[in-house]
């Protein structure tokens, strides 16, 4: 029988792991990727459903949001915000109330700064019920709620246990690892980006003509399908 817990016992617990609950870079980089990795998946049954349900020829949409990678920035980002935030509450109400003002929040956040840096949108509510500009909208705030009760209590606590028990060096440098990757990933993924909606100007450096070569409108298209260039 598991006994009471005591603030001796806590304070115990808390020497023997101390990153225990703590949200440290390869833990962020690992919730990053399953955040981003469901958050495609998660799309990707979505498009499928979608197609079905308005009579559509059923095809297959790349929702990855990247050009290498399968870790949606979005939901990865958003589940970084999530844990960073609620992963100290404990009642499921609290969790579903902030999480839905933060997810919205974020992405807002995230759909302005496309916007304003690039010049693109790869998505908008327009069209949605109770939207806000366009960029978030209250039931998909409300779906964030319900994502964030997912994310902190059957994402991030068994994933917390489960990193606490391998060896500490190891983890570390596989997080460093996968962050470098990640980063390479992001670095190509903007700069193709920023070629894509510049096409009609004349690269300056061979780099840009390179990414013109090797990222081709045809690829981007078929990479970010519901990205608009404003």
Do not use: H, Q
């Given at each position: 029988?598991?006994?009471?817990?005591?603030?001796?016992?806590?304070?115990?617990?808390?020497?023997?792991?101390p990153?225990?609950?703590?949200?440290?870079?390869?833990?962020?980089?690992?919730v990053y990727m399953f955040g981003g990795g469901l958050g495609t998946l998660w799309e990707v049954i979505f498009n499928v459903f979608y197609q079905i349900a308005n009579d559509y020829t059923i095809r297959y949409i790349d929702c990855r949001g990247?050009?290498?990678?399968?870790?949606?920035?979005?939901?990865?980002?958003g589940a970084?915000?999530?844990?960073?935030?609620?992963?100290?509450?404990?009642?499921?109400?609290q969790v579903f109330t902030v999480g839905a003002l933060a997810g919205g929040a974020v992405e807002y956040f995230l759909s302005y700064c496309e916007e304003a840096i690039l010049g693109t949108r790869s998505w908008n509510y327009d069209d949605w019920l109770w939207n806000i500009n366009g960029r978030t909208t209250v039931p998909i705030m409300i779906v964030w709620g319900i994502l964030c009760m997912a994310v902190v209590f059957l994402l991030f606590r068994p994933l917390d246990r489960f990193f606490e028990g391998l060896p500490a060096r190891t983890f570390r440098i596989i997080?460093?690892?996968?962050?470098?990757?990640?980063?390479?990933?992001m670095f190509f993924t903007v700069s193709a980006m920023?070629?894509?909606?510049?096409?009609?100007?004349?690269?300056?450096?061979?780099?840009?003509?390179?990414l013109d070569a090797v990222f081709p409108d045809e690829l981007m298209r078929r990479r970010f399908p519901s990205m608009k260039i404003q």
């Open positions: 029988m598991k006994g009471r817990e005591t603030p001796f016992s806590r304070a115990v617990g808390r020497y023997a792991n990153t225990a609950g703590k949200l440290t870079l390869a833990k962020a980089v690992f990247s050009l290498f990678t399968y870790f949606n920035p979005v939901y990865g980002c970084l915000v999530i844990v960073f935030f609620l992963k100290k509450y404990s009642r499921p109400w997080g460093i690892c996968c962050l470098a990757a990640l980063c390479i990933d920023l070629r894509y909606v510049m096409r009609d100007t004349e690269p300056l450096t061979a780099f840009g003509r390179w």
